[in-house]
């Protein structure tokens, strides 16, 4: 129903910044939230940030509070994840992700739609 497709991963050194963006199209509802999920080698796919596309409501995980934003911009169908001071251990593929259904849940398996990923490096 929902289509997502990320850009805007790439390498980056320790300290630096990236703004991932997420192209969202299909059927969508006034209350569905559009989310990132980060995952690397061997690790479960974690939460990072979400936001609610009515009123904007933003969440976000607390390995990553306070140097990351997310935004959305309504007449372009996208959302943002705009990362600052970011670190070696923030290496990973980024996923944007939407639930439909507004469940407000930080749970990968309540997210029925997912972009095809976007690779994250940081170096030391």
């Known amino acids: 129903q929902v289509q997502l497709v990320e850009s805007g991963g790439g390498l980056v050194q320790a300290g630096g910044s990236l703004r991932l963006s997420c192209a969202v199209s299909?059927?969508?509802?006034?209350?569905?939230?559009a989310g990132w999920f980060r995952q690397s080698p061997g690790k479960e796919r974690e939460f990072v940030s979400a936001i609610t596309w009515d009123s904007g409501s933003t969440v976000y995980a607390d390995s990553m509070k306070g140097r990351i934003t997310i935004s959305r911009d309504n007449a372009k169908n996208t959302v943002y994840l705009q990362m600052n001071s970011l670190k070696p251990e923030d290496t990973a593929v980024y996923y944007c992700?939407?639930?439909?259904?507004?469940?407000?849940?930080?749970?990968?398996?309540?997210?029925?739609?997912w972009g095809q990923g976007t690779q994250v490096t940081v170096s030391s």
């Open positions: 992700a939407a639930d439909p259904n507004g469940y407000r849940s930080t749970r990968p398996r309540d997210f029925g739609s």
């Open positions: 299909g059927r969508t509802f006034s209350n569905y939230i």
